[in-house]
């Protein structure tokens, strides 16, 4: 079955960096729609980045423009997030998704039936 699984968490002090991976399995990864979400306590998930691993279309919420990158590695089924220039309101679990197939209106539109377990990102 679909597994996605994300690592690279962990605590980091405002202007640091981190990079999250979610390897995936079990699915033809270079048609799928990838993204990133992420949820603080208390807040709704929010969007964070989505990438169509079949024509490596990106698409970043305003909030994170310019400091996070989304990448994958076809070769190892694995999504990455690259984030930069982190400030504490960046701190909240991350999750990635997937869905089948391209993705529509920046991912706003798709379904993500598959999910990781998260990873916590604290900034402080």
């Known amino acids: 079955h679909v597994q996605l699984v994300e690592s690279g968490g962990g605590s980091v002090q405002a202007g640091g960096s981190l990079r999250l991976s979610c390897a995936a399995s079990a699915f033809t990864y270079s048609t799928h729609c990838m993204a990133w979400f992420r949820q603080a306590p208390g807040k709704e998930r929010e969007g964070v980045a989505t990438i169509y691993t079949g024509a490596g279309s990106t698409y970043y919420a305003d909030s994170v423009k310019g400091r996070f990158t989304i990448s994958q590695d076809n070769a190892k089924n694995t999504l990455y997030l690259q984030m930069n220039s982190l400030k504490p309101e960046d701190t909240a679990m991350y999750f990635c998704?997937?869905?089948?197939?391209?993705?529509?209106?920046?991912?706003?539109?798709?379904?993500?039936?598959?999910w990781g377990q998260g990873t916590q990102v604290t900034v402080s």
């Open positions: 998704a997937a869905d089948p197939g391209p993705c529509l209106n920046g991912g706003a539109s798709n379904s993500f039936p598959y």
